[in-house]
């Protein structure tokens, strides 16, 4: 269409659309491949859609849109499709005379507001379920209508689709085989293709023809918009139109069909025939487009716009052939609510009716019973993962339990989501970032080397491959069986090398024939000699790897693909313990634990296993957590969890026996603080820690009035409470208590003081609240502080401050207590004490939260003097507090810190963290001020006044954690991402958070809500 065309100017549109319909509006002109489209818009705010046709147009084609448009909104009043405006006269289709005395049509149709799809980002599964529920429930609204149009020769009609063999010169080798891939299916399926259901469609629910709500948070499909593409032919051809454009820019395309799958499926029953054909049309709509393209590149050799609208589209189809048909087959049927596998069902039946045993077998060990052995992530028997990777250990436990049940075969593990596969084979990136492989497919029967194996039915050889190498299937077989109706495969993994060679393909084995026998540790490619045995219904084009786990998103499938083997062995017992669900979790906890506990996230997580950076769920999926300072040296690590297991095996008692750990903790700790610090407390809590440093500071001066930061926290116990305005200024909380005074929160950033001085004047607030105090005829018991406020949301204080505030509080007779709960331990990079980056020295020094990497322990490091005074006679007892166990594991804490650099690390590390994320705020200026020091960073969201925007920060909060990435929030305001890690965060750890906060910035809600 020529838009300087003078038949189709904005002029001429507003006066068409005067003479015609007798409305005043301002038009605007909309993109449009065949009609010249125009928005219009009147002064009483209502908007139209005025569609000028080309000159000669048929108008039974337009006649088939109108109809089609008034029929849906006729027979189905709840979905939402474009008006029908009809003339002055009545008409649905009006007619004129262009300035070159040819007929043109004119068509006014009502405006959906929104937004189209391809300018929504992102777009979530919620939003295409929407998208194939709108299509469906179109299709559904349409049944019934017809139109002699709709039946027309037409190449956007994938049925059509043949016409593109002509043209597949246009094209370059690589790219003629992938569309020749897609036709040549298609061409030999024709037959039953063409007596698939059909009706009319819409036949085009393209990026730029779905409106959406505005709404950023939750968007929702609303309407479908241009008809001209609607056609009679098979219904599944709308599904595949649906995907092929919703599932385009995702790295996994199959996993982003499904909700459009299940959407449609919902509003508009699919048939199990019809599913079959959907990949293939799928990749059929996208050989189509890429062939309009190529010829419309012909047609316009140098618009640019075609070269860039194809890339997707090759892209897609190229890792859509890439994609298994028969996978992406089982994904639409189980989306379906269908067996995921066809023959699911028949295999069952079959089963159930057939009687075999494990003797069949296992003849040699003659034992038909099995006794569970739990390799679940949330297993105790296997432990550590350094232990279940020690060959020797792992061995060891299997004999101990096998001699303690001597009648049975150990066996396990189908469907079990295991921790076991660390390696990064197992690993991928999805669409919703790093995914896992985790849940076992087969069943594991521990049992000697060299046991025999035999076939339990006939079955000849489609497999027989010996792959060397650790977490491999070592000698691998697979036998495919035959019954009446069906074929089926099963498989054997970790047999000896010698089994291998000695075995062919094609071979056939007779039921009751030895087909290998186990591998030994050292040719298994495995753990301890095991075989692992899997049944498939198919083998979808695997051949050496077919896969024995699986991620856990696809285990619908999966299972499908692949059934259990107790099915056939009838042996029941190989399920473990069902643990309690998460709603049975979470419903306890609502009658039988205190309200005020909280969960984090909206749907909260179950967290089994800690490694490292890493929190695991019961499913084995890892979340990369960017919170936790407690696992200070890493969650779980293993020589920590050694020192405390160790020590636990041999005493845990109180201080009042002699004991070496206390002292070698001591002298430990003692390493790291100044001098003047010479006196340690033990306790279980930081809020213990604080208890005691209060305790002792009142002691000392005789005095009870402490001087707390705003929004600092500094405990859960009474006087902790008492401190903390946090609490007490926060929700049920009642202000600040009669000895309690609280300065302003010394924020440089959003704080009452900013600029210059900002150090000076804070410190003057402190020097204020003792005047109150003095004027009230007391005086200072302390001062308590957080290096960086935590809880005020990472706030650093500015430089000078704390000396000058130490110097009022020391000048009026008070101790100066710093509360290193969250910032001690080597975290600030740096120094290994947050006071140290301020150049003071406290009385007292509070330790906490990463002593015990987990486990209770705490500390109150003082001054000779005040531990001194507080000695007043009565002594100090705490049950706990300083007990073999945790003194050995907080030795261990301290000696990884130091062994593995950690402090180092946090710099390195935080340095790097800190730099990019502030290149990120500059590009995304919702990220106010990033601060810290260290691991222990936070980054402040704000509107462009510097007003809090504690949704944004929820919303990005919730985000990451769909990206397997958890943080945390806080502030007054609750508008400060927490970045304070396990310190053993890596640099690659940090680029998967940086890369992933930048996708999740550029998403519509944080970008368009920012103002
Ligand atoms: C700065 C600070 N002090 C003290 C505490 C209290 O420590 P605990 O929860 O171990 O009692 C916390 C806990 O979050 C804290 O952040």
Redesign the pocket.
């Known amino acids: 269409m020529n838009y300087s065309d003078k038949n189709t100017s904005k002029a001429l549109a507003e006066k068409l659309l005067l003479e015609n319909y007798g409305i005043i509006g301002f038009a605007q002109k909309l993109p449009g491949e065949i009609d010249a489209n125009f928005k219009i818009e009147t002064a009483q705010k209502t908007s139209y859609v005025l569609k000028i046709s080309r000159a000669q147009e048929d108008i039974a084609y337009l006649d088939l849109q109108q109809k089609l448009l008034q029929y849906a909104a006729k027979s189905n009043p709840e979905i939402c499709v474009p008006e029908v405006v009809l003339d002055t006269k009545g008409k649905a289709i009006s007619t004129f005379e262009d300035e070159n005395g040819q007929q043109r049509s004119l068509r006014l149709l009502s405006w959906i507001p929104g937004r189209i799809w391809s300018s929504v980002n992102p777009q979530l599964d919620e939003l295409r379920f929407g998208l194939g529920l709108q299509c469906g429930n179109l299709t559904a609204t349409l049944q019934g209508f017809t139109h002699q149009k709709a039946l027309r020769n037409f190449d956007w009609d994938l049925a059509q689709a043949l016409w593109v063999k002509e043209h597949v010169h246009l094209f370059s080798l690589s790219e003629i085989e992938c569309i020749n891939y897609f036709l040549l299916e298609f061409e030999s399926n024709k037959k039953a293709y063409d007596v698939l259901r059909k009706s009319v469609i819409h036949n085009d629910a393209n990026d730029n023809n779905i409106v959406v709500s505005d709404d950023l948070i939750t968007p929702k499909v609303k309407a479908l918009i241009d008809y001209g593409d609607a056609v009679y032919s098979q219904i599944i051809n709308d599904v595949a139109i649906a995907c092929a454009y919703a599932i385009l820019h995702h790295r996994d395309p199959l996993t982003a069909a499904i909700p459009v799958v299940k959407g449609y499926h919902s509003a508009f029953k699919l048939a199990e025939e019809e599913l079959d054909f959907l990949y293939n049309l799928i990749g059929i709509r996208l050989v189509i487009s890429v062939c309009k393209s190529a010829i419309n590149k012909i047609k316009e050799p140098n618009n640019d716009y075609l070269l860039i609208s194809e890339k997707p589209a090759w892209e897609l189809l190229y890792k859509w052939k890439n994609t298994n048909k028969d996978f992406a087959s089982y994904q639409f049927r189980a989306a379906c609510n269908y067996n995921a596998h066809p023959k699911e069902a028949a295999f069952q039946q079959w089963a159930f009716n057939n009687s075999f045993s494990l003797v069949d077998v296992f003849p040699s060990i003659q034992k038909s019973k099995i006794h569970p052995l739990d390799l679940s992530v949330s297993s105790k028997w296997i432990g550590h993962e350094v232990e279940f990777n020690d060959l020797d250990l792992f061995e060891y436990k299997l004999q101990k339990l096998q001699k303690e049940h001597t009648d049975a075969i150990l066996a396990g593990g189908y469907l079990e989501p295991r921790p076991l596969y660390t390696s990064t084979d197992f690993d991928s990136i999805g669409n919703n970032g790093r995914m896992s492989r985790t849940i076992h497919l087969g069943v594991d029967y521990w049992l000697p080397e060299k046991t025999p194996i035999h076939a339990f039915l006939d079955g000849e050889v489609v497999v027989a491959n010996y792959c060397e190498g650790f977490k491999n299937y070592g000698g691998l077989i697979i036998l495919k069986h035959q019954t009446s109706t069906f074929e089926f495969y099963s498989l054997y993994g970790h047999l000896s090398k010698e089994s291998i060679e000695q075995i062919k393909k094609q071979q056939k084995f007779k039921k009751g024939a030895c087909i290998g026998y186990l591998g030994s540790q050292d040719e298994n490619g495995s753990w301890a000699t095991h075989l692992h045995f899997q049944l498939m219904l198919s083998i979808l084009g695997f051949e050496n790897d077919f896969p024995g786990v699986a991620y856990h998103e696809q285990i619908e499938v999966w299972k499908s693909i692949c059934p259990d083997p107790a099915l056939l062995f009838k042996t029941n017992e190989t399920e473990i313990k069902v643990d309690s669900s998460n709603k049975e979790l979470i419903d306890y906890r609502k009658q039988h634990l205190g309200k005020s506990l909280s969960l984090q996230y909206k749907v909260p997580i179950k967290m089994v296993r800690g490694a490292g950076v890493y929190l695991m769920d019961e499913h084995g999926t890892k979340y990369l957590d960017t919170v936790n300072n407690v696992a200070h040296v890493g969650h779980e690590h293993y020589a920590v969890v050694k020192a405390g297991q160790e020590q636990m095996a041999l005493i845990n008692t109180n201080t009042r026996y002699l004991h070496e750990n206390i002292n070698v903790l001591a002298k430990e700790l003692l390493k790291t603080l100044p001098k003047k610090l010479s006196v340690l407390h033990f306790v279980n ?6 208890e005691l440093a209060l305790r002792m500071a009142k002691s000392f001066t005789g005095q009870k009035d402490i001087i707390a930061s705003e929004v ?6 009474n006087a ?1 409470i008492d401190i903390s305005s946090y609490k007490f200024d926060g929700k049920g909380g009642s202000g600040a208590p009669e000895y309690t005074q609280i300065f302003p929160l010394p924020d440089a950033y959003r704080g009452a003081y900013r600029g210059s001085n900002t150090a000076e004047n804070y410190s003057m607030e402190v020097g204020r609240c003792i005047e109150k105090i003095q004027k009230k005829g007391r005086n200072v018991a302390a001062f308590i502080i ?1 290096p960086i406020i ?2 005020g949301g990472q706030i650093e204080l500015p430089e000078g401050f704390l000396e000058a505030s130490y110097q009022k509080i020391r000048a009026a007779g008070g101790l100066c207590i710093s ?1 290193e ?3 001690g331990c080597g975290r600030m990079g740096k120094t290994y004490w947050g006071f140290q980056l301020h150049g003071v020295v406290p009385d007292i020094v ?1 330790i ?2 990463p002593l015990g990497n987990g486990h ?1 322990i ?1 500390a109150v490091a003082c001054t000779q003097e005040v531990a001194d005074t507080f000695a007043n006679g009565m002594e100090f007892f705490n049950t706990f507090g300083g007990n073999p166990v945790s003194c050995a594991i907080a030795t261990e804490v301290l000696k990884t810190v130091e062994r593995e650099q950690l402090q180092k690390n946090a710099l390195v590390i935080g340095d790097y963290l800190k730099s990019e994320l502030n290149k990120l705020a500059m590009e995304f200026p919702i990220l106010g001020n990033v601060r810290g020091q260290g691991l222990f960073l936070g980054i402040e969201l704000v509107d462009s006044k510097q007003n809090p925007v504690p949704k944004q920060t929820d919303y990005l909060l919730n985000r990451m954690k769909e990206y397997g990435i958890l943080m945390s929030s806080d502030g007054p305001d609750h508008n400060v991402l927490k970045i304070k890690p396990p310190l053993v965060f890596s640099k690659e750890n940090a680029d998967e958070l940086l890369s992933t906060l930048e996708k999740i910035l550029k998403e519509d809600y944080m970008r368009l809500s920012f103002k």
């Open positions: 809590s930081g809020s213990e820690a604080n600092g926290y500094h405990g859960n116990t902790c957080e935590s809880c509360d709960v969250q910032t509070t906490g939260k209770p705490a």
